[in-house]
């Protein structure tokens, strides 16, 4: 393996940073990642790649300050980003540009800018509130407290965000010329390769303290984020370039000593220089010999530990396949739950076609133009057929059990640990639901069950019992499972909707269940909205709330909270309608 070292991987960085043409990525080992070097972020005081504005705190507030959650967060005690939060009193609903607090009574006690009136994200906590919102600058934050408003931005924009202890952590992506509060980051250390570059800014506000930190990392693109206790996990799937170097690895001892020559196989960054005149010059050549190196996808998972605003990183590893959702990353005791579907790579090039000139002629005569020069060749990953499988880590990365070769040849479409079975969906043309058993160290399938339509959210109901919503036909499904024997998964209820759909496809957090309901939002034709309120029991009955078009709903006492499109509505246990309000 080549080792990266930490000058020239500095250099690397400075280059890539500068030019804004390369990009490098890092090590594949836990224990690789820990030599990270510690680089400067211009004009910004730095602990470990942490800058922290302001070095002093102007405000605390109550240690037992109650947080406003989103609706159906994956772990509890752990906030998400979304538009709506609610404390158990007040809902904070973000709806064209503004937060609005909405007391228990439906009056709206306060209403308070976003950055942006396009796409607003809400975080409370106690008596501080927190909006940020991408924008043509970066992403921009306003923190709101007693003291009244704190500003903070940033490069990039937010993929997804956490909040734990009144602390949220902002993940974001943005090109090569990245800032942090102003200030432009010269240097960054390498996590993995974009293509085209990118930086990865991970960012931390104190919503009780005032206190702000952000770091830049070169990346690849982020796809979700998963947070528990004090471990921040984000994935990273590798880019064609990222797999290509390791291919090159693998197929060193077979490639010809004039291709050789030419790649510098340092670092990634040193072989994307590098590679792209290989490719130009002998490119068909080369990937014949890459493409009998069996790569396949793969993808970075990059772990930090959180105190406060203070965030670390410990390890970066890579494994195989793409990871579905933030619901196919679980820490289970003291080991890292992944679930993925990979399928084999096969590299190509493609040609960007050439743009053809105006041809203007003179006196009957084509001008002497010469041709355009041709765009270089693009290195592209075609996909084979996919495979899933669950793997185990620790902490620090290390593989230490695996259940490969899971439904050949389908997708992994949902995935739910409850205690130490992990459900996951498949689907090519039936619905595998498949119970794995974790609880003894090497994963292993107890299970499976094929039911027509295919699940695309699962979520634990009550003991033995899984609630699945996804697609049927052209419309929404909604399915009861018996896992009470994971070995013998059974549906024993369901409840279909013809020519509709629904957001918990998409957005975990339009779906909410409590008080034995689950509510399911849905969309019919015509631009027609109703609101499902299922009731869970041995098997599925349902009320239809008609008109009502709400994504969002809020358990507390007896009372249900409705949130969609700038209303709130308010229902009893029985969902009567209590009351309603327009937010403008």
Known sequence: MWKLAAASAALALALLLALAGGSPPQPTSAAEALQLPVVNLSELRLVAGWSAVPTTPFYYAAADAAPAVAANVQVAGVDEEDYVKFDGERLYVEYRGYVYVVGPDLSVEKRLPCPSSLVCYVFAWGNSVLAYSPTEAGTVLYLYGPWGRAVYNFSGYPVAARMRDGVVYIVAMGGVEAEINGAAVKEAPLLSLGDPPATLIVAAVDMRTGHFNAAAYVSSAVSHVYMRGNRLYIAA??????????????????????????????????????????????????????????????????????????????????VPGRVLDQFAVEELGDRLVVATTAAPVKFELLRPAVAERPVIKRDGLPPRIPPPPSPPPVLYAAEGEPVNAVYLYTPDGTLVGKAEWLAKGERIYAARLVGSALYLVTFRQADPLFAVDLSRGEPRVLGYLKTPGFSEYLHP???????????????????????????????VSNITVPHSYTPVLFDHHAFAYGQGVAVVPIRLQWRQCAVLAVEVGDGLTARALEGVCADRAFFKDGKVYLVGRGRVWLYDASFNKVGEVGLS
């Open 237 to 318: 799937p590798l880019s064609p370039y990222d797999l290509a170097y390791e291919a090159t690895k693998a197929a060193w001892d077979r490639l010809p000593q004039e291709m050789r020559a030419v790649l510098d196989m340092e670092n990634v960054y040193t072989f994307y220089k590098t590679v792209r005149g290989l490719l130009e010059w002998k490119g068909g050549e080369y990937l014949s010999y890459l493409n009998k190196a069996n790569a396949t996808t793969a993808t970075k998972i990059y772990v930090f530990e959180t105190e406060g605003v203070e965030v670390r990183l410990k390890a970066v590893f890579t």
């Open 461 to 491: 109901v009550a003991p033995g019992k899984l609630l699945g919503v996804g697609v049927y036909g052209d419309g929404v499904k909604i399915a009861l499972f018996d896992v009470s024997n994971p070995a013998a998964p059974r549906e």
